[in-house]
């Protein structure tokens, strides 16, 4: 009953969320000129007649998908990004929610602030070994969903003693850092959030077994400054661009960043 409460009350938080992303992405549309691209509501390139954000450029092919070979698996590693975090801009910490993108590599904190939503927080993270959305135990992806209907965080531990097997030779090894971000993840059971211990190489990338991990000290810093039980976790799919609320958020705050990769052009 209560882990049901906790995922009613995510969608409302993510619906009343939904609204003013939505609203502040329609007020901060650029000017539709030519030979531009713009983003519909869900992400999508559009005609320009439909189109309520110019869209961010891609980034060039130096920091795209590279094939990187570690402990006998093929394994994804992109260039790193540098990780930032606001949490003195942050308002109430129950407005906040997670965005993830499974194309760019990136873990978003957002917080709805008045008519706009503001970026607090960036990490570069690693996601499962194989693309698509997860279908069954064991083979090797991350679950996605949408806004309309986001994970959930039901339990955050300590996580800093856990220890897995992973195949390679290894044996049992610390993997998780300082703190283990459960998801009620539509069925799927072990899905979390956690650091990198002894895999910090593999982020940001695709290595993992089906988890998002993030680097050790970022994943402190979103459990000391960010995450909560009931927290709305959105994570998009490899073909989903960057959301309205996303591409205004990125341009008012003037934040850069090295990976917009064209879907395109991933491996």
Same mark, same amino acid.
């Given at each position: ?138 083979? *090797? ?89 009931? *927290? ?36």
């Amino acid at each position: 009953m209560e882990n049901k409460q906790t995922v009613k009350k995510a969608k409302t938080v993510v619906a009343f969320v939904a609204a003013l992303v939505f609203l502040a992405a329609c007020h901060g549309a650029g000017e539709k000129g030519e030979n531009k691209s713009f983003i519909d509501a869900k992400g999508n390139k559009v005609e320009q007649g439909n189109a309520v954000e110019e869209a961010l450029p891609y980034s060039g092919d130096d920091v795209g998908e590279k094939t990187f070979e570690e402990y006998g698996k093929t394994t994804i590693r992109l260039e790193p990004d540098s990780s930032f975090s606001h949490p003195d801009m942050k308002k109430v910490k129950e407005n906040c929610f997670i965005v993830m993108s499974k194309k760019d590599y990136y873990l978003y904190v957002y917080e709805p602030q008045g008519e706009d939503t503001v970026m607090l927080a960036r990490y570069d993270c690693c996601f499962a070994l194989n693309k698509g959305d997860k279908e069954k135990e064991g083979d *090797m992806r991350t679950p996605h969903c949408t806004m309309e209907d986001p994970f959930v965080i039901t339990e955050i531990v300590d996580a800093s003693g856990w220890e897995h097997d992973f195949g390679d030779e290894r044996g049992k090894i610390l993997s998780y850092g300082r703190y283990f971000h459960r998801l009620d993840a539509k069925g799927h059971k072990g899905i979390g959030i956690h650091g990198s211990t002894n895999n910090e190489n593999s982020v940001p990338g695709r290595a993992s077994e089906g988890c998002i991990r993030l680097h050790d000290k970022d994943i402190k810093d979103l459990g000391d400054n960010y995450t909560y039980v009931g *927290m709305p976790v959105v994570i998009k799919a490899e073909n989903v661009d960057d959301l309205p609320f996303e591409i205004h958020a990125m341009k008012k705050q003037g934040i850069k960043r090295k990976r917009h990769i064209d879907p395109e052009k991933a491996l």
